[in-house]
């Protein structure tokens, strides 16, 4: 039972969208909004259990003195203080949340990002090399389109940045095509396959 | 060890200081740069100019505070177009951080600079979580996912909300993404299924992806990282921050161009040099 029941209710699910995708009248339409409105619900709890799993991996840390405990401690306390704030004095801007968010969550997220800069920079100058003719061809692309779309390429020769749309609408377009085609492929055989119940690997313990 | 070798052999903190200081010296000498006006950047400010006024455009903030850098100043500008042509804005977000940013947005844009009214002008419907199936379920009820604003309060008492009900109301829908959700399940929804227009801007490093969609009509425009920010304040006649920021990306551009191309150099001369010896 604790198998059959969830290939049950994924097939009864799984087949539900897809007629529903192609027959929209009710009954299909009407369930299928009431599948979307679970699902919803059932993802806000799934955000819920995310934080409270967050806590109790972290609380254990700082528990057993584990390294970097320390850290898991500053995420616990900013963690309880931006929750206690966005929930007794709400999300505006002036408020306690808005200053967090603001002010700390803000700049922090953008310089952890920013630091790419740095390691892109650094990687491309050890790892992009012309070994083989395929590589020698990203590299060239690469160097165009970089150039192309930043003004300085339209100052060095005016058609730069023509030439950067061109690998853009073209080369680039045909390649991201065939991996965007091969993926949905891929998704459409991988659903089938949950969907009758052939893989199951998502219902975990090992088969 | 001869200039070869140094060339050979930087060191990564020498790569570091080079990119914060072509980063960080444009921003002290201002330099005026021309701003050539991609064809997907024209076509998403062609799009929005041609809403006739009144009309509703929902604006999706799929992005957080890792990529406003590159992703918020196409926001502002954006934004100052539509309250420019008297469009109405229904903002929502996939993502959870997003409907800050939209309040903020919202604060520079529509208070400080258009004067509009909340709730008549625009809304901030906030956030809610499921990616894919939100936007699927909007196609039938906005309202009924989206039940109150982002401060809680029922969206019934908002004019702005009073005749809309589904996508049918909206004109216009517009993406500012940064990853998932984002803008590919808008077109696979709000496009593929209920025929509405898209279009949308992303970080430079996945706007790639969507030149499928451009092609085939399916995106009416994109604006890709900071030099679409650009491209669309040159388009508005309203220089800001992606402008600004332009010389610094030019010049870090060039850093790393050169980098890649000294490392090639010394890659070729060695490569020769053991072939000579072997």
């Known amino acids: ?207 | 060890m001869n200039l070869f070798d140094r060339l050979k052999n930087i060191d990564r903190r020498t790569i570091f200081v080079l990119i914060a200081l072509s980063v960080l010296i444009p921003l002290f000498v201002p330099i005026k740069l021309r701003i050539h006006v991609s064809p997907p950047a024209q076509g998403l400010y062609d799009a929005i100019d041609r809403l006739p006024p009144g009309s509703n455009v929902l604006m999706a903030f799929d992005y957080g505070p890792s990529t406003m850098p590159e992703v918020y100043p196409m926001t502002l500008a954006i934004l100052r177009h539509v309250f420019s042509k008297d469009l109405k804005v229904i903002a929502m977000a996939l993502w959870p951080e997003g409907a800050s940013i939209a309040q903020d947005a919202f604060k520079t844009v529509a208070e400080d600079e258009f004067h509009k009214l909340y709730g008549v002008d625009y809304i901030n419907l906030g956030f809610k979580a499921g990616g894919l199936v939100v936007i699927q379920a909007m196609g039938t009820s906005i309202p009924a996912i989206f039940p109150t604003d982002q401060a809680g309060r029922p969206v019934e008492e908002f004019p702005i909300m009073k005749k809309v009900k589904n996508f049918d109301e909206i004109e216009m829908i517009v993406d500012l993404s940064a990853g998932d959700p984002g803008i590919r399940h808008w077109v696979m929804i709000a496009q593929a299924r209920y025929q509405k227009k898209v279009g949308g801007g992303c970080t430079a490093v996945s706007a790639p992806a969507f030149y499928p969609y451009l092609q085939t009509g399916q995106l009416v425009g994109l604006l890709g990282g900071l030099m679409g920010a650009a491209e669309y304040e040159a388009l508005v006649k309203h220089p800001g921050s992606a402008i600004k920021a332009m010389p610094s990306q030019a010049l870090s551009h060039a850093v790393i161009i050169i980098l890649i191309l000294i490392g090639n150099i010394t890659f070729f001369v060695e490569r020769r040099r053991s072939r000579k010896q072997g």
């Open chain 1, 1 to 207: 039972m604790r198998r059959q029941v969830p290939l049950v209710i994924t097939f009864v699910a799984g087949m539900l969208m897809i007629i529903s995708y192609f027959i929209p009248r009710q009954p299909f339409g009407g369930l299928q909004n009431l599948f979307n409105q679970w699902f919803i619900v059932i993802v806000a709890f799934a955000l819920i259990l995310g934080a409270l799993n967050l806590i109790k991996v972290n609380a254990e840390k700082i528990r057993r003195k584990r390294p970097g405990w320390g850290y898991s401690a500053v995420l616990l306390i900013t963690f309880t203080v931006t929750v206690i704030s966005g929930l007794f004095w709400g999300m505006e801007q002036e408020t306690v949340f808005g200053f967090i968010f603001r002010n700390m969550f803000v700049p922090l997220g953008a310089t952890m990002f920013s630091l790419l800069a740095f390691f892109i920079a650094s990687a491309s100058y050890r790892a992009f090399r012309a070994r083989t003719i395929e590589a020698a061809l990203l590299l060239i692309a690469a160097i165009l389109v970089m150039l192309g779309r930043v003004p300085l390429g339209s100052y060095i020769w005016r058609q730069f940045p023509m030439l950067a749309n061109w690998i853009m609408a073209f080369p680039n377009m045909a390649g991201q095509r065939a991996i965007m085609i091969g993926i949905a492929l891929g998704t459409v055989s991988i659903s089938l396959r949950i969907i009758l119940g052939i893989e199951r690997s998502y219902l975990g313990g090992g088969e």
